[in-house]
């Protein structure tokens, strides 16, 4: 199982911006999936995280400025950020919990990263 985020890029405060996260491989299933993000000099913090069956949850610090999303059929995973802060900016990286080739064990994958740069 791999996972491959895109969509990062420099914006202007107060912009909206997409990322996504796209599953690739064969034999998983899907227990979670979530964004963290690390902005620098700062530990990695979590965003927000979502279910196949579309439950989420979000950091507080969020403000409700960011949705998270799946798409089961694509395997992707999305992040809309909305109303975009300076303090926003971060690597994005994205994860997720997977059961991976019928094992009982789940497995935890992360994703490379993508950066985001809210500056005007």
């Known amino acids: 199982v791999q996972l491959q985020a895109s969509g990062g890029g420099l914006v202007q405060p107060g912009d909206s911006l997409r990322i996504s996260c796209a599953v690739s491989g064969s034999d998983f299933s899907i227990h979670i999936m979530g964004w963290s993000r690390q902005a620098p000099g700062k530990q990695r913090e979590l965003v927000a995280s979502v279910t196949p069956g579309s439950v989420t949850n979000y950091a507080a610090i969020m403000e409700g400025r960011f949705t998270i999303s799946i798409d089961n059929a694509e395997n992707t995973v999305y992040l809309q950020m909305n109303s975009v802060k300076v303090e926003d900016t971060a690597v994005y990286y994205c994860?997720?919990?997977?059961?991976?080739?019928?094992?009982?064990?789940?497995?935890?994958?992360w994703g490379q990263g993508t950066q985001v740069t809210v500056s005007s």
């Open positions: 994860s997720g919990v997977f059961s991976i080739g019928g094992s009982p064990t789940a497995t935890t994958v």
